[in-house]
């Protein structure tokens, strides 16, 4: 029997679900270019603050900290989860086995992370997301309460470990527990900065190494908001957006109001108290609630906007449909101007609003262009290909 591998053609597709995502994509921007522009990770080994994120500076990393950072991944996850399902509820129509295709293309997803994260930034999310994504497989045919369900409880478990754990470094913070030194595990970015390309291949080696140490950590929270958006996806809320309008004004109180007082202690803790091992701990708060929340109000408040001016709609739908693309572009365009130009830890937080707002926009006139021309991005034809074995015709 000859498997049907092709991609499924919809003339239905939710142009709202891609500008949600091309809206993910510039928070995703905004928060990344602190790590684009100077030491920021270096930092947190160190515990240091280079002038960049310090004095006035400081501002503007606390209003990033507080309503863009783990917000807008979380979006980002979000989304993921809901295009899981789309993806396997649509290869569902065509004969072959459904799910060796999405682990095919799982697969070809962690390659192009690993080399994003090897051979451009370290602080690749394309590892985790694709790693994650097969555990979804798992849940595709559960009830979507079930789904709700388990994502509430990671969610709660991980809430209250945290708040547990803060308890305990708060209670013993005045142990003196000798001097502890300050290690930045071999990563030294300045020098990598004013370095020769290997050297940056070489930083990038280092730090994604402790990132994916870490990330084994974020997987139960990633896949949570995997869950959610699977849940979306199941009850086919984004194919109804009209007729649930007062339950997403119900997501963006709660969301935002909940979320936003949590991110606001958190967002004070990563600016100016990650020196401090209670406040340290205390800011994963971020990703098990704070985030979370605010990123269901986000969806929620922007799908409402977007209802009112369809416009904004077709401005951001080019940029999130090919949003592979975009996202690793970000990356090229960041890299090349901080450390092509020299310009690393050398532009005050201050400018990072402009900086990713002019990047954003030349995403979007860029995006269009391509998108008149071409069915998909040059990234998520690539993927396509590979993950359906054929060549795909890419212009319209």
């Not at 990650?274 to 985030?291: C, E, F, K, N």
Request: no cysteine; charged share 10%; aromatic share 14%.
């Amino acid at each position: 029997m000859q498997h049907d591998y092709s991609p499924v053609q919809s003339s239905t597709r939710v142009f709202e679900i891609d500008a949600v995502r091309g809206f993910a994509l510039f928070g995703i921007l905004m928060m990344n270019i602190m790590s684009f522009a100077g030491p920021h990770m270096e930092d947190q080994l160190t515990m240091n603050t280079s002038d960049i994120y310090s004095g006035t500076n400081s501002i503007v990393i606390f209003l990033i900290n507080t309503l863009v950072t783990s917000n807008f991944y979380t979006m980002f996850s979000f989304l993921f989860g809901l295009g899981f399902y789309i993806f396997l509820s649509r290869a569902e129509k065509k004969s072959g086995s459904t799910y060796l295709l999405f682990i095919r293309r799982m697969i070809i997803l962690l390659v192009i992370g690993i080399i994003h994260a090897v051979f451009i930034w370290y602080g690749d999310i394309l590892t985790v997301y694709a790693i994650t994504g097969l555990l979804l497989i798992f849940f595709y045919r559960l009830p979507p309460k079930f789904n709700l369900a388990i994502s509430f409880v990671i969610l709660l478990l991980g809430t209250v470990f945290v708040l547990l754990l803060t308890l305990l470094m708060f209670s013993i913070r005045d142990v003196d527990m000798g001097a502890l030194p300050a290690s930045g595990y071999g990563v030294d970015m300045m020098a990598a900065a004013a370095g020769s390309y290997g050297e940056i291949i070489s930083l990038n080696i280092s730090i994604f190494g402790l990132m994916m140490t870490n990330n084994i950590v974020m997987v139960p929270l990633v896949l949570a908001i995997f869950l959610i958006g699977l849940y979306a996806g199941q009850k086919g809320y984004f194919e109804r957006l009209s007729s649930i309008r007062g339950m997403l004004w119900k997501v963006v109180v709660l969301g935002i109001g909940i979320g936003l007082p949590i991110k606001l202690a958190t967002g004070y803790g990563m600016t100016y108290g990650m020196d401090d091992p209670v406040w340290s701990i205390a800011t994963m708060l971020a990703y098990t609630a704070g985030g979370p929340l605010m990123s269901l109000g986000y969806i929620a408040l922007f799908l409402l906007i977007l209802g009112r001016f369809e416009g904004l709609t077709r401005l951001l739908q080019p940029v999130g449909q090919m949003a592979l693309t975009n996202y690793i572009m970000q990356s090229v365009l960041m890299i090349v101007l901080f450390f092509g130009f020299d310009l690393f830890n050398t532009i005050g937080a201050v400018w990072f609003p402009l900086i990713v707002l002019a990047t954003f926009m030349l995403q979007i006139v860029l995006s269009h262009i391509w998108m008149k021309a071409f069915s998909y991005g040059p990234l998520e034809w690539i993927w396509r290909i590979l993950t359906y074995g054929r060549i795909l015709p890419i212009k319209k």
